[in-house]
């Protein structure tokens, strides 16, 4: 009977499951961007709304490619260093890697004198790649002492479901056992699989309908570790529409490409020795975690640069929402040391070894206006400032009439806010030399009105920029440093074992670009 019901539900729940529970800071990291661009841009902290004349400009105001004078080509690699101080409870660890990254090719073409009239001075066509976000992450808190265990997780999710939901049946391997539950019941149902077929978990009683269950993992103090490594990166594909009108005024389009590539792989190991003599127990639990995300996206930038006289500039660019549709797998592994009622130990391995590949979904990220102001002399140098804002509240996961969707679409209209970006940037010339520097900060997107106190969300990002370039006849060679501050929290798991993690991450990076006119 057991199996048929199982049977019969799968053609029922297959087409509404979602399984896995995305949450606001899986949409916060997929609608973030960073500073990644060409040398002069990255120096000047990306404040290039109402200059133009950079291939990286253009994915802030898609008029800047008008500015050209003349066809463009550059090239931009460098180096990531991330160094990351995490805290949990009573522990604290330093983690720091460096990374290569490719952050920016592209190029211009440049078509002058449109008509007789010479209204339509200018039109030129581009197309641009751009980093805008390196996910690459990893921090780790060693020997935590906690009181509170991972078993709290497995049970959350197991109270309240039918044992026979959440039990392979007689001779089924775990792997088929995992995938069936999946497929029927979703991803909690599984977490609930887990910890019952590893002891952690035991009912009050063993029929099939038995909906409750407590911990073989004694109460007490439990030394924690955990690790947390992201790797992979979101990118952008630019093609570019420039028009040049009489001498002062130019416009632009941006139709964006963009690209989600994102793997997360987090551990947590847990020993305690709680135990008491004659009683089955749970001394140590090593659970892993693995998500994979890839994406595709689409949005539309339109904007336009205005010389107010020979010193005085202003742009305005409006960038619509990113429409992504996400792709999500995970895999898990989880291991127990069994300690029995004669006081032996015996490890057992819960290795599903399956793959869930979960059904897609769109992220619908929030759209952007940016207001631009530059101050240019001559043969001096200039001063340029942006200001950004976007509202964090209007982002969406659809489709809407999932429920779960509809729920964590109103935790966001509650939870986040608008954000505001300020970019202030200047150069300096000197001959063939130029000296740039800039400064950028942003708001927290958490609305601190409605963020509870244990959350202590902040999430503020601020940083400066350092630079300098050579011009040899055609040729630039470039050269920037960005320092940025940032700070996260992350909980540990979604229920149960919630205590937070609070990240202050330094990124630094140092990027070189060749560009030449042709």
């Given at each position: ?248 005024i130019f416009f632009g389009i941006n139709l964006n490409s963009h690209f989600i590539d994102y793997d997360n792989y987090t551990i947590l190991n847990e020993s305690n020795n709680n135990g008491e003599p004659g009683q089955l127990s749970i001394n140590q639990i090593y659970f892993e975690n693995r998500l994979s995300s890839f994406g595709e996206g689409f949005s539309a930038q339109f904007g336009v ?214």
């Open positions: 009977m057991k199996r048929i019901l199982k049977i019969f539900l799968i053609f029922i729940l297959a087409i509404s499951y979602r399984g896995l529970s995305q949450n606001i800071s899986d949409g916060l990291n997929y609608s973030s961007n960073s500073i990644d661009g060409t040398a002069r841009f990255n120096s000047m902290s990306g404040a290039f709304g109402a200059l133009g004349g950079d291939l990286s400009a253009i994915a802030i105001n898609p008029a800047g490619s008008a500015v050209f004078n003349n066809g463009h080509f550059s090239l931009s690699f460098g180096s990531d260093k991330k160094a990351n101080q995490a805290s949990l409870l009573n522990s604290s660890n330093s983690f720091d890697k460096k990374n290569l990254t490719l952050n920016q090719i592209g190029g211009i073409i440049n078509f002058e004198k449109l008509d007789n009239n010479k209204r339509w001075n200018k039109l030129t066509l581009g197309i641009t790649y751009n980093q805008s976000k390196n996910n690459f992450d990893e921090f780790s808190i060693l020997n935590v002492s906690n009181n509170n265990s991972i078993d709290s997780y497995f049970l959350n999710n197991a109270q309240g479901l039918r044992l026979d939901q959440i039990s392979a049946f007689e001779n089924e391997t775990i792997t088929e056992a995992y995938v069936d539950i999946g497929n029927i019941y979703g991803y909690s149902h599984q977490q609930a699989f887990l910890g019952y077929e590893s002891f952690i978990l035991e009912p009050n009683d063993f029929s099939d309908d038995n909906s409750s269950y407590y911990s073989n993992v004694p109460a007490g103090t439990f030394n924690q570790s955990y690790r947390s490594i992201s790797r992979g990166y979101n990118g952008k594909l630019t093609a570019n529409v420039g028009l040049q009108y009489s001498k002062n640069i205005s010389k107010i006289s020979d010193v005085i500039r202003f742009g305005f660019s409006y960038d619509t929402p990113t429409w992504f549709e996400i792709s999500e797998e995970t895999r898990q592994y989880l291991e127990t040391s069994v300690i029995n009622e004669d006081g032996e130990a015996s490890l057992l391995i819960i290795n599903p070894n399956a793959i869930n590949i979960y059904e897609d979904y769109t992220l619908q990220t929030p759209s952007k206006i940016t207001v631009s102001s530059a101050f240019v002399f001559k043969n001096f140098g200039l001063f340029s400032f942006d200001f950004s804002r976007r509202d964090y509240s209007s982002m969406k996961f659809k489709p809407q009439n999932d429920i779960h969707f509809s729920n964590l679409n109103q935790q966001i209209s509650v939870r986040l806010k608008d954000v505001n970006t300020y970019r202030f940037g200047a150069e300096i010339l000197a001959d063939r030399l130029s000296f740039r520097g800039g400064y950028m900060i942003e708001d927290s997107p958490y609305n601190s009105d409605t963020v509870s106190e244990f959350d202590n969300i902040d999430d503020s990002v601020n940083g400066f920029s350092l630079g300098i370039g050579y011009k040899l006849n055609d040729t630039m060679i470039d050269l920037s440093f960005v320092k940025i501050n940032s700070s996260k929290y992350k909980r540990l798991y979604d229920t149960g074992l919630t205590n937070q993690i609070n990240v202050d991450a330094q990124n630094t990076a140092v990027t070189i670009s060749v560009s030449t006119i042709f």
